[in-house]
């Protein structure tokens, strides 16, 4: 199983639409926030979280060069309001993101429970698996000083518990990601479970 194809344009129209919902997203109780279907992506638009939002903004600026000038401000402007909004709703801005931060954390917890019980099973899935722990980086990241200490104390133990597994070896997403998650940082991005 491979992640999604880098496509610059999809990432363009799920940023615009995220960041069109920010809003009412950030003042309800959800955590998976449904996008109309009356959208330009219909059924293959992604629901909205913090880590999505975060998400489709790296992989947009990864393939910049492959948006026209129009989708380039139409970018620009999903970051701007995006900022906008999170200086008028900073405190439900934090509280969702570290709410969302332990969601991916339980998801990614019981993937490397299934790799650790049958490793020849789950070690194809990687690729596609370790997007929940690039977005508790990008949310760990938005989040700063913020991040609770609870959070923090999860992720490093999640991390060590996959080192002990971990073969290093070639990024496993498209090489233009490489920019937005170094190897210093992202190191578990560069390899993959043994099968």
Same mark, same amino acid.
């Given at each position: 199983?491979?992640?999604?194809?880098?496509?610059?344009?999809?990432?363009?129209?799920?940023?615009?639409?995220?960041v069109?919902?920010?809003?009412?997203?950030?003042? $309800?109780?959800?955590? /998976?926030?449904?996008i109309?279907?009356?959208?330009?992506?219909?059924d293959?638009?992604?629901?909205?979280? %913090?880590?999505?939002?975060?998400? &489709?903004?790296?992989?947009?600026?990864a393939?910049?060069?492959?948006?026209? $000038?129009?989708?380039?401000? %139409?970018?620009?402007?999903?970051?701007?309001?995006?900022?906008?909004?999170? !200086?008028?709703?900073?405190?439900?801005?934090?509280?969702?993101?570290?709410?969302? %931060?332990?969601s991916?954390?339980?998801?990614?917890?019981? /993937?490397?429970?299934?790799?650790?019980?049958?490793?020849?099973?789950?070690? !194809?899935? /990687?690729?596609?698996?370790?997007?929940?722990?690039?977005?508790? /980086?990008?949310?760990?990241? !938005?989040?700063?000083?913020?991040?609770? &200490?609870?959070?923090?104390?999860?992720?490093?133990?999640?991390?060590?518990?996959?080192?002990?597994?971990?073969?290093?070896?070639?990024?496993?997403?498209?090489?233009?990601?490489?920019?937005?998650?170094?190897?210093?940082?992202?190191?578990?991005?560069?390899?993959?479970?043994p099968?």
């Open positions: 199983m491979s992640i999604p194809k880098l496509d610059a344009a999809t990432e363009v129209t799920i940023a615009q639409w995220f069109g919902d920010l809003e009412a997203y950030l003042k $309800s109780d959800v955590m /998976y926030w449904p109309a279907p009356m959208n330009p992506l219909g293959k638009m992604p629901q909205l979280t %913090i880590g999505g939002l975060l998400e &489709s903004f790296a992989r947009a600026a393939a910049i060069d492959d948006l026209s $000038s129009d989708q380039r401000s %139409i970018l620009q402007a999903a970051r701007a309001g995006h900022d906008r909004i999170v !200086a008028a709703h900073r405190a439900a801005y934090l509280n969702k993101a570290a709410r969302e %931060i332990n991916r954390l339980d998801a990614w917890s019981a /993937y490397l429970d299934d790799a650790a019980r049958k490793p020849s099973e789950v070690a !194809a899935y /990687y690729p596609h698996e370790v997007r929940s722990r690039a977005k508790v /980086y990008l949310l760990a990241q !938005a989040l700063g000083q913020e991040l609770p &200490s609870a959070a923090q104390q999860r992720i490093t133990a999640l991390d060590t518990r996959l080192y002990a597994m971990f073969v290093p070896g070639a990024f496993v997403w498209d090489q233009r990601l490489q920019n937005m998650f170094p190897k210093d940082r992202c190191w578990w991005l560069y390899g993959q479970l099968e």
